[in-house]
Each structure stands twice: as C-alpha cells, then as structure tokens.
C-alpha cells in the first residue's frame, strides 16, 4: 500500500490553547487528510480536510461563530478533488473513506465523494443525528456537511467484533480490521470527540503510520505527555479519557520509536511528508 500525508486548507488558533505552556502565538493547525493506494481495495482517505462547503455552511450565525474562533485559509489547489487530480484519481476512483470523527475540518469534502463508502464508529455518528440543530455548534458539527445518501453508504465498524493486537500494537491490545485483511487497523481513541477512531496502516516499505486524529492537535503532546489548556476541556465530551488515551499515546510513541505518529493538526508533523514549494 502506498500512503501519502497531506492536507486540504488550514485554520489558525492561539498554541498555548493546543498545548499547556504553549507560546502566546498563533499558529497554523493543517486540516490532514491521508490517500492510501491499497493493491486491492484501490484508492481510500482517511478523513477530508476542509472544503469551501465549510464557508458555506459556517455563513450565518450562530454556526460564524465556528469561523471566528478558527480562521480557515483554503487555497483552490487544497481542495481534495484538485489534490486527487496530480495522482491521476477521480473521485469516483476513491472507494472508502476512514472517518475519524464529525467535526467540521474532518468531513467537509464528503459531499465531494458520491462513489464512496464511509467507515466510522457507530457511536461517532449517532448521537449526532438526533441532536438538535442549536446543539450542533457545540459538537462542532456541520449538518450540511453529510451527503443525502449517507447511511445508505455507510459501513459502520462492528464494534461487537473487535481483534486482538498483537504485541507490535501495544498498549493498544484490542482493534478493528476495517478492510478484512489486516492492511488498516482501527483504534478507538476516547476523549476528543464520540467514537473517535485512529488508523494504524503500513506502507510498502513497512513503515507503520498511525493517524491519530485529534487526540492530540500537538506531537509535541504526545512525545512530552502534556495536554492541550485546561479550557479545551470544554470542548471535550470526555476530559478524563482524553487525558487517558494522551497518555496511552504517549506510551506508545516511547515504545515505537520507528512509527510515524500523526496528529492532524500538527503542522511540523504533517510538512514534513509534504513536497516543499516549486520555485
Ligand atoms: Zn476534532
């Protein structure tokens, strides 16, 4: 499997909130996105990044607050179509989408994929979709983000089925084999968001990725075992298991040193699998 890192615009907020002690600057946080070319399945993303529906859908108050506390900049050679395009793909070419959670920056160019299936988290998704409109700010989600056919496209991982890990995935010792044939490992990583799922996946050259998604928006946090300010807790549906999986995360970067950890928002983390500039 052949797996790049990349990113479709990005928002900017103040460091010491992503991370405890963090400079009083602002700072860019990518919206990661990862196209795995998979010898079988084809092509597959792990989450989408921003798109310009964001824009649309964040026009009228109260959901222009979201834009305000996070000012997106999205260029038109960010957008996942146009990305997809320089490795020769359509999007009815991409055949799954491994959705880590349902905020915005996650999900806004699912509408952009009418061929493919989506893989999350039961529980991810519903306790959103009978959430009351007003509440949505709160869990920053988008309802006009999900396409119209989405639970008929729809793959939900059976959580009743999990598989054992073996040693190599430790502490993690249990996950979920969302392809059937080992190549791509889900992991619930609680705290963040409702059934937050990070992805194991191996490349060719059997370099283990590990997509975190937003359980921690710093590497830094991981390598030093510090969280985010106390006031994201009010973002978070479950402070203490964020603390928790921070912590299990951090174990797991001390004790595989060759694995490239990604949180999808850590710029240093996420430019360096990324093509500098022509010119
Ligand atoms: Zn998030």
Redesign the pocket.
């Known amino acids: 499997m052949k797996i790049n890192v990349l990113h479709a615009g990005y928002c900017t907020a103040p460091e010491h909130i992503a991370i405890h002690g963090g400079r009083w600057r602002t700072i860019r946080f990518p919206a990661m996105f990862a196209l795995f070319r998979h010898p079988t399945f084809g092509a597959m993303l792990f989450d989408t990044g921003y798109s310009y529906r964001f824009f649309d859908e964040t026009k009228k108050f109260p959901k222009r607050f979201y834009r305000w506390m996070t000012p997106v900049t999205l260029r038109e050679e960010d957008l996942i179509v146009n990305q997809l395009a320089t490795f020769n793909l359509r999007p009815k070419d991409i055949s799954h989408v491994f959705i880590s959670?349902f905020?915005a920056?996650?999900i806004a160019s699912l509408p952009d994929l009418a061929w493919s299936r989506f893989v999350y988290m039961p529980h991810a998704f519903s306790h959103l979709r009978n959430l009351h409109p007003f509440e949505d700010m709160k869990h920053?989600f988008l309802r006009g983000l999900i396409p119209t056919d989405f639970d008929a496209r729809s793959h939900e991982v059976d959580i009743t089925k999990p598989i054992l890990l073996s040693e190599e995935y430790a502490p993690f010792k249990s996950g979920f084999d969302l392809l059937g044939d080992s190549s791509i490992i889900g992991v619930e990583l609680p705290g963040?968001?409702h059934g937050q799922m990070g992805v194991f996946a191996r490349d060719d050259d059997g370099k283990v990725f590990f997509f975190v998604?937003?359980a921690a928006w710093l590497k830094r946090s991981i390598v030093e075992n510090c969280p985010p300010h106390k006031i994201a807790n009010l973002l978070f549906p479950d402070p203490k298991a964020y603390r928790e999986t921070l912590g299990v995360l951090h174990s797991y970067f001390l004790t595989h040193p060759d694995t490239h950890v990604i949180p999808s928002h850590c710029e240093e983390t996420i430019s360096k699998f990324q093509k500098p500039p022509v010119g």
Do not use: F, L, P
């Open positions: 959670h905020h920056d996650h920053a963040h968001a998604a937003d």
